[in-house]
């Protein structure tokens, strides 16, 4: 009993931490996970804690959640649309960033072809979640958003079938093409093929059944059981994961009532933050600095091998497209974003932390691993948003500029307006002052809204963007007032539900018509 309390006193110290950096992350402005990564380097250095996280710690707990989310949430009709390039960069790119970064690695630190090799395998998955974090938050075009995280979600299934591979090759100091060629595809596919059934099963199931709780616990089964199911097997249960999410989020939540899809979103939102930050805090927690110190220089080596690769990777590929004309070719602009956003994280440190214990150089493939995943965090992840800000995808037409300014000067007034009149209730403020005081907040207010009305009648996409605001936070507020009415015993659950599912379906018809919108000005643009 006393081993399980520690455990679980851990678990709630870890969850109270990633809290307490999400809190302070958002006040500062400051990336969220790379905060995590330099906390938990922090809480490690002085208390000398020793926390082992272990590859199936990883790989089967925390990874299922994260990929999942992110393919649940996936339009298959937009990733048709980028179907090629990500493809693309997802398998031939990580195939030749195996071999590149194992080619530089071999010449640069002296290490052995078949066990740079493997480096290069372990290494090739981009992690995207600090960099599509921050696409959300900035505006970002949402093919562009799409294509990094697309090749992220089949990269990381490519890469660990490559990587299992290349130990086998590396510890027996035999490589056969064909056989290798043969089992990438066995693995691949059969674990395509597992996702793709249990998918489509749970779809069907979850678009026949109405009850939330049992439809919730079907799309949890589905994250963890798919995974579970195609490792059972000995196929990829990366891509298994991916090719279910995508499945039950467009084939299963089609016909789902909104108050279950907002229930389930919910839920997998707050997995994939959970899950996310507590594989961040946990790689700043696992990271060995004298391990580090020692092996420095191939760090460096490993470092410039992965960025160089990764610019041959994207640059040439995007170069090629173009030569062959093909479809689906990325504006220059985005190139970049890809080329300097192909962060590393979870994936590459649960494979590192699951090499055999016979592989030679092992101690010092972990420690590039840890320093190459530190540096696409620390030096990537904090200037990504200068970049994309110098390349112009973050801004925003001069009109939509002042209305937002507009709005924050009437909040700005209306809450120093509400400050002086509770004042003048507490009677410390006189009548006279008050009363010459009022006037002149309401004559800024007058002015403000009269400038607000000239831009929405020169600018009508403003103004139907603010009627689309304005309703959404009205049916929220009316959604609010239904709980608290059930909380105080007004209503029944029965009729509270009805009415919650009301203003649910109203909800998701405006989010809709808004999204269509968005799209048709974006091509209008």
Not at 469 to 496: F, I, M, N, P, T
């Amino acid at each position: 009993m006393s081993e399980f309390l520690t455990a679980e006193s851990i678990v709630v110290g870890l969850v109270l931490v990633t809290t307490l950096v999400a809190i302070f992350a958002r006040r500062r402005r400051l990336p969220y996970t790379v905060t995590l990564v330099v906390m938990g380097l922090l809480i490690a250095i002085p208390t000398e804690l020793e926390f082992e996280a272990t590859p199936d710690l990883i790989l089967a707990i925390f990874v299922p959640p994260l990929i999942f989310e992110a393919a649940f949430h996936v339009e298959l009709t937009r990733l048709r649309e980028n179907l090629r390039p990500i493809l693309m960069l997802a398998v031939p790119g990580v195939l030749l960033t195996t071999l590149l970064v194992g080619g530089m690695t071999a010449l640069g630190a002296g290490m052995a072809f078949g066990t740079a090799v493997v480096f290069g395998a372990l290494i090739a998955a981009t992690d995207p979640v600090a960099v599509v974090a921050l696409f959300r938050a900035l505006g970002v075009p949402r093919q562009l958003a799409l294509t990094v995280e697309g090749e992220s979600l089949f990269n990381d299934g490519t890469a660990i079938v490559v990587f299992r591979i290349a130990v086998a090759a590396a510890l027996t100091g035999f490589f056969d093409p064909v056989t290798s060629v043969v089992d990438f595809l066995r693995v691949a596919l059969g674990g395509m093929v597992v996702g793709a059934v249990l998918g489509w099963i749970t779809a069907q199931l979850v678009a026949r059944l109405e009850d939330r709780l049992i439809v919730t616990s079907l799309t949890t089964l589905l994250a963890f059981g798919s995974y579970l199911a195609a490792e059972y097997f000995h196929v990829s249960g990366v891509l298994a994961v991916v090719v279910a999410g995508l499945l039950c989020g467009n084939l299963g939540m089609a016909e789902t009532q909104p108050s279950t899809k907002i229930m389930i979103f919910n839920l997998w939102e707050y997995l994939a933050f959970l899950s996310n930050s507590l594989v961040f805090l946990l790689i700043g927690l696992s990271v060995d600095l004298a391990l580090l110190w020692e092996n420095l220089p191939a760090i460096g080596v490993a470092v410039l091998a992965v960025v160089g690769s990764r610019a041959i990777v994207v640059y040439g590929f995007s170069g090629l497209a173009r030569l062959l004309r093909w479809g689906g070719q990325m504006p220059p602009r985005w190139r970049h974003v890809l080329f300097w956003g192909g962060l590393r994280g979870a994936i590459s440190l649960a494979l590192a932390l699951s090499l055999p214990a016979t592989l030679p150089a092992r101690a010092e493939l972990q420690a590039m691993t840890f320093g190459v995943v530190l540096f696409t965090l620390l030096a990537q992840g904090t200037t990504i948003q200068l970049l994309l800000e110098r390349l112009g995808l973050t801004e925003r037409s001069p009109h939509w500029v002042e209305r937002e300014t507009k709005l924050g000067q009437l909040f700005a007034t209306q809450a120093g307006l509400a400050r002086l009149e509770r004042m003048h209730r507490e009677g410390l403020l006189p009548d006279e002052m008050w009363l010459g005081l009022r006037e002149g907040y309401r004559e800024d207010q007058k002015q403000i809204a009269q400038e607000l009305t000239r831009l929405f009648r020169e600018h009508a996409e403003l103004e139907g963007e603010m009627l689309f605001q304005a309703r959404r936070e009205a049916l929220r507020a009316e959604r609010g007032a239904l709980w608290d009415a059930l909380r105080r015993d007004y209503l029944s659950d029965k009729v509270s539900e009805k009415l919650s599912e009301d203003i649910d379906y109203r909800l998701e018809a405006l989010d809709l018509i808004y999204s269509q919108a968005q799209e048709q000005q974006a091509k209008e643009e």
